[in-house]
């Protein structure tokens, strides 16, 4: 049973209080609205639409998009009510730790760490090669062997530790960084949107939604769990189209998530933080349809590039220093998602650490910059090395399958708290309990099953060492525990 034991909402705040994990407290509704659409928005913005569009939705992927916002803010809501609640550090690990006991929250935190650490690695590997691209419209050429795909990926190691130090630094220093270099990307993207208007032909967009057909299979370990399970063939064009394409961009949306590992550093996190989180979707939805409007509208959908569809559109259209914009664009972009899945990660770690169940030790805070010093250390170092060394397009999926099993946990999560804790003060309730936030699990496990076979071994394999870690460690050392046992020795 004392794997069930849970967490104190009060015990969670106090803890927050101690001198030496107390964090600096700067951020604002703006700060997190920033944040929030700094790690939403990358490259998926520039590349997965074409993709999308040209495989399965034509035209209509613009729906695509509008149902994965709304099947987004199922979870979202469960997250900004969930937030406002308990604003400390650790995001959905505390949250279960509160709501569902220690082990659930082990494996929340541990799956939080894979999306984070391998988010931050893929996308400064995604930052190398469109930096590449970027200086290639320069003139100027990298050595092979140092560069994106080459035996050490050195931009990406570099813009890991020129991030790392910026994060030990401070969150409002990274803050500030962070508002310039997402000011940037929302300009060059709203510019391509405003330029790509005037090259939009109505006739484009005729069909709109194509004729439904059947997508070209996967097979062996590639191919989708529920195919593998079931043998459900996956559907391109039609109505299901639409929806296959839903759930094809539904991962360009995750990373707000990210925005409740900062509620120990906001000023007013019970109105704050579920601004943030619902905020910076809602500006994240109409980015994302705009773009998906413009570039379905200036090429036919069945003659759009796959790769880089933005970018090879305007050059369709003879416009090709375009090229060069949207690939600076991409870089300010990728920079702030690899900042904030950074600092994500860190945050996560401090929680789990000021809980004991990582050594505590590790929590250690900065007496001048007031950060968690060691562990955004810990985390700069490993995330260097993950995308310096491993082989381009190995672990995506693996970052997918780490957000949508929190997703799932948090939304059963908040039904759970409601019944446990129906007198909590909540600043932002999800309407239609229990309904809501059942439909969000349901839709976030879906999505699970439609990622690769592979993809979940990879992730058992994960858990197994999750587990080794908990049993070995964590559960006997766990803050919790002990305070428990101490209670126990004094009756």
């Known amino acids: 049973m004392s794997m069930l034991r849970t967490k104190s909402i009060e015990q969670s705040l106090a803890d927050a209080d101690e001198p030496e994990y107390q964090l600096k407290k700067t951020l604002s509704a703006f700060d997190l609205v920033v944040f929030g659409v700094g790690v939403v928005i990358g490259a998926g913005i520039f590349t997965l639409t074409g993709r999308a569009a040209h495989d399965v939705a034509g035209p209509s992927i613009v729906l695509s998009f509008v149902i994965a916002a709304v099947c987004c803010a199922l979870a979202a809501m469960c997250y900004a009510e969930f937030a406002s609640s308990i604003p400390i550090s650790g995001s959905a690990y505390t949250f279960s730790y509160a709501s569902m006991g220690e082990l659930v929250a082990w494996i929340v935190g541990w799956d939080l760490l894979l999306e984070m650490f391998l988010g931050a690695s893929v996308v400064a590997q995604g930052w190398s090669s469109y930096l590449g691209t970027f200086l290639g419209q320069l003139g100027i050429t990298l050595p092979a062997a140092i560069s994106h795909g080459g035996t050490v990926d050195l931009p990406a190691v570099l813009l890991v530790l020129v991030l790392g130090v910026l994060v030990v630094l401070g969150i409002k220093e990274s803050m500030r960084v962070n508002i310039a270099l997402v000011g940037l990307k929302l300009f060059i993207v709203l510019f391509v949107i405003v330029a790509g208007i005037g090259f939009i032909s109505s006739a484009n967009y005729d069909p709109f939604i194509p004729p439904a057909s059947v997508a070209e299979a996967k097979n062996g370990l590639t191919q989708p769990l529920l195919q593998a399970v079931l043998g459900i063939e996956p559907s391109a064009f039609g109505v299901g189209g639409i929806f296959a394409g839903a759930a094809l961009v539904f991962f360009a949306y995750i990373g707000f998530d990210v925005v409740a590992t900062t509620a120990e550093e906001t000023r007013n996190p019970r109105r704050d933080l579920p601004i943030g989180i619902l905020g910076s979707l809602a500006i994240c939805t109409v980015l994302y349809c705009a773009v998906a409007l413009v570039v379905t509208g200036m090429v036919s959908y069945d003659e759009l590039p796959k790769d880089a569809a933005l970018a090879r559109a305007f050059e369709i ?144 394999v994960w858990l197994a060492i999750g587990f080794a870690i908990y049993f070995g460690y964590s559960r006997s050392h766990s803050r919790v525990g002990l305070a428990a046992q101490g209670q126990e020795r004094k009756r």
């Open 317 to 460: 259209h003879g416009q090709g220093w375009m090229a060069t914009i949207i690939a600076a664009g991409a870089v300010a972009g990728l920079t702030t998602v690899v900042l904030t899945l950074m600092i994500g990660a860190s945050r996560v770690m401090f929680a789990m650490s000021r809980d004991h169940l990582l050594p505590p030790v590790l929590a250690k805070v900065h007496p001048t910059f007031r950060t968690p010093w060691v562990i955004t250390v810990i985390v700069t170092v490993v995330t260097a090395l993950i995308a310096g060394l491993t082989p381009v397009g190995v672990l995506e999926e693996m970052v997918n399958i780490g957000t949508l099993s929190a997703f799932v946990l948090v939304s059963v999560g908040v039904i759970v708290l409601r019944r446990t804790r129906p007198e909590l003060p909540r600043a932002f309730r999800v309407p239609w309990v229990p309904v809501l936030p059942a439909a969000a699990a349901v839709v976030c496990f879906y999505l699970m099953l439609n990622l690769p076979v592979e993809t979940w071994l990879r992730f058992l």
